[in-house]
């Protein structure tokens, strides 16, 4: 079986997956940490408190997080069609990937910022900063470490929902997964794709946890 | 006299909980005038943290006005008072230092806000360093620091703005006693180099006796007393400012005769061993209930409580022999273990 055909696809498997992780994880953050920065400063105890504006993020977040992502995937294909112009392959799934991850980011992004020690944030406003300087200088490279941390565990999720979308057209290991494993019976092909997406895990997982690692000042 | 640097007048600051309203501050008037070394003192609870957050207004107050050289502050637009609080620099209790930046970084940090350029803000973060004698660590992270390290950043990171005040809540309450006391002299010597008016809040009247020249007892949300630290530790007289002027606790034995004898050292007499030439010219032995004396201001300051023979007329000549020497001696009976 490991002839260059079957290399080729395994490459290129590997490709798209990393392609519709990355690019959804991006997406994500784009939409998701505004939005946990709004959770964070609007909340009761924020720096801007805004009970309305709180509580109706705070409501889609939990609505949009609740949905499973293969119910998601299917309910937006139209929406999908509309921004991707198309519903297969690796560039359609990044649409639902970004939907189904950016709630979830806003609240990593809400917690790793809710860590960042009151004491501090009301430091820099005796000091006459401004909301927008608190976020940029204060709350964010304050929590630099933990957003570290958080954008690992957004990566990996979204590794596992993107063989997922593989299962329905979406490209990547999970598409080989299934069409080789699955409907060929070929457990070895099975095994290849969980081994690489193994491998892809923990080299997210390492990279994040040494870039966490080096930007934590908090530690002698 | 000249206008005072801050004038708070008939302050109040109520929270609304969800259970019940919270009256932090009641009536509040007070005066400090530029240069003081200024106290605020209270039990815990008593509301000094909310005064002090309200004349930089990180807490509105409810009621009432605070000036900060002649303005007011509760008047001021958003953008105005983030101004105005540049020249009010506050240290805490736990420091606040940003953990992710240097000591450097630190000291930058407001200049920075204020949007200061870089090279200029990072020369006068060298100097205030040296100012508070931590060149040698510019570049640790706080973590790398100790507890009097850390404030020694904090306050240099306060005066980085060159404020006119400086506000200090709590800010040798998580020091050990020897750490204290230098940081103590360090804000005592940027009151007299920079001439920066400071205001000390406290639990401890040790931290009082030893820097400020003026005070206020704060009590139940209520300015109970307040004027010259010497005046109210000579005869304080609310009940709560004799609470914290003889603390409970310190006496460890209990009088055999309910006569005793408080004598205040002010600072008037030498330093001479008063208690012991007392005994030796009565040739009568007393008790020594209690005693702090301190050097304050490079004078004697302090008190003591000594228990008296029961024999009327000999307690009347110790009294005599206190008082001729220029000290000032009451008799207290009321407050027997
Ligand atoms: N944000 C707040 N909400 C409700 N109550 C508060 C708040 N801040 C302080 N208080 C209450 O106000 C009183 C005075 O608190 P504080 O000024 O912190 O006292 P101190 O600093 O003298 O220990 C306390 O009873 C405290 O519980
Ligand atoms: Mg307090």
């Known amino acids: 079986m490991w002839d260059e055909t079957t290399l080729n696809m395994l490459v290129q498997g590997v490709g798209e997956t990393l392609y519709m992780t990355l690019m959804s994880t991006l997406f994500a953050y784009l939409i998701g940490l505004p939005a946990g920065i709004l959770l964070v400063t609007s909340a009761k105890d924020g720096i801007r408190p805004r009970p309305a504006l709180y509580k109706t993020l705070d409501v889609i977040v939990n609505v949009t997080r609740s949905i499973p992502f293969l119910i998601l995937l299917v309910a937006i294909i139209p929406f999908t069609r509309m921004v991707a112009g198309t519903t297969i392959g690796p560039t359609a799934a990044i649409v639902p990937l970004t939907l189904s991850a950016a709630p979830f980011v806003a609240r990593l992004v809400e917690s790793s910022l809710k860590e960042v020690d009151v004491g501090v944030v009301e430091a820099a406003q005796s000091m006459g900063a401004s909301d927008a300087q608190i976020i940029r200088k204060v709350l964010i490279p304050e929590a ?51 081994v690489l997406l193994v491998l892809i895990v923990q080299l997210f997982q390492g990279i994040g946890m040494r870039l966490a690692g080096v930007n934590d000042k908090r530690k002698k | 006299m000249s206008q005072p640097i801050i004038e708070i007048r008939s302050l109040g600051k109520t929270f609304h909980t969800q259970n019940a309203e919270v009256h932090a501050l009641n009536d509040i008037n007070l005066s400090m005038e530029k240069g003081d070394i200024f106290g605020i003192i209270g039990m815990s609870g ?107 950043v904090a306050i240099a990171r306060a005066l980085a703005t060159d404020p006119k005040v400086l506000l200090c809540d709590e800010a040798t309450s998580a020091l050990d006693p020897t750490t204290t006391r230098s940081i103590l002299a360090l804000l005592k010597d940027i009151n007299r180099r920079l001439g920066i008016t400071i205001v000390i809040i406290t639990h401890e009247m040790s931290v009082i006796e030893e820097i400020c020249n003026r005070v206020a007892i704060i009590s139940d949300s209520r300015i109970a007393e307040t004027g010259l630290v010497r005046d109210i530790f000579n005869r304080p007289k609310t009940a709560a400012a004799q609470k914290l002027v003889y603390p409970e606790g310190r006496y460890s034995q209990r009088p055999i005769s309910k006569r005793c004898m408080r004598i205040v050292f002010d600072g008037s007499s030498s330093f001479e061993p008063v208690i012991a030439n007392m005994v030796l010219e009565n040739k009568a032995p007393v008790n020594i209930m209690y005693a702090d004396t301190k050097n304050i201001d490079g004078k004697a300051f302090g008190q003591m409580v000594v228990q008296l023979p029961e024999d009327k007329d000999l307690a009347q000549k110790m009294f005599d022999y206190i008082r001729a020497k220029g000290l000032s001696a009451e008799e207290v009976s009321d407050y027997v273990g």
């Open chain 1, 144 to 194: 630099v470490p933990s957003l570290i941390v958080g954008c690992v565990i957004a990566v990996t999720t979204i590794l596992g929902y993107s063989a997922m979308a593989g299962f329905v057209g979406g490209g990547g290991l999970g598409t080989i997964a299934i069409n080789y494993g699955l409907y060929r019976y070929q457990n070895d092909m099975m095994l290849v794709t969980v």
């Open chain 2, 46 to 152: 008593a509301g000094k943290s909310t005064l002090v957050r309200c004349i930089n207004m990180l807490e509105r107050p409810t009621e009432g006005t605070v000036l900060f050289d002649g303005r007011d502050l509760s008047g001021l637009s958003n953008r105005e008072l983030r101004e105005a609080r540049r020249s009010m620099g506050m240290i805490f209790q736990q420091f606040n230092l940003l953990m992710q930046r240097t000591a450097l970084g630190n000291i930058c940090f407001p200049m920075e806000i204020a949007g200061a350029d870089k090279a200029p803000a990072k020369k006068r973060a060298k100097e205030l360093l040296e100012l508070v004698g931590l060149s040698d660590r510019a570049k640790a992270y706080p973590a790398q620091l100790s507890g009097g390290q850390k404030q020694r």
